[in-house]
Nanobody
């Protein structure tokens, strides 16, 4: 079983920056970030895998970047040029193949609040 602990959220003004971190207790093949804004559903905003293939949601391209530190099972979401629409609870996740059950398993962090003031 893999446990994820995330940090780095907070209050920032429009145009500011934050970096979120997610530390996992074990290896994950795929890792990234979802967010859920007020009254909105959960949406995938960034993903990276062990081959460094990256996905970014169109609305954050050019502003956000995802990276990882494989040696420490940690990944990051660098958030720049923040907008009020970015206000949400951000949840990190990792996906890893379970060699005992031969199924993929998803792991989730506890969530961290990002608030962007207008």
């Amino acid at each position: 079983q893999v446990q994820l602990v995330e940090s780095g959220g907070g209050l920032v003004q429009v145009g500011g920056s934050l970096r979120l971190s997610c530390a996992a207790s074990g290896r994950t093949f795929s890792m990234g970030w979802f967010r859920q804004g007020p009254g909105k559903g959960r949406e995938l905003i960034a993903r990276i895998n062990t081959s460094e293939n990256i996905y970014l949601k169109d609305s954050v391209k050019g502003r956000f970047d995802i990276s990882r530190d494989s040696a420490n099972n940690t990944w990051y979401l660098q958030m720049n040029s923040l907008e009020p629409e970015d206000t949400a609870v951000y949840l990190c996740y990792g996906r890893e193949f379970d060699k005992e059950t031969f199924k993929w398993r998803d792991y989730w962090g506890q969530g961290t609040q990002v608030t962007v003031s207008s």
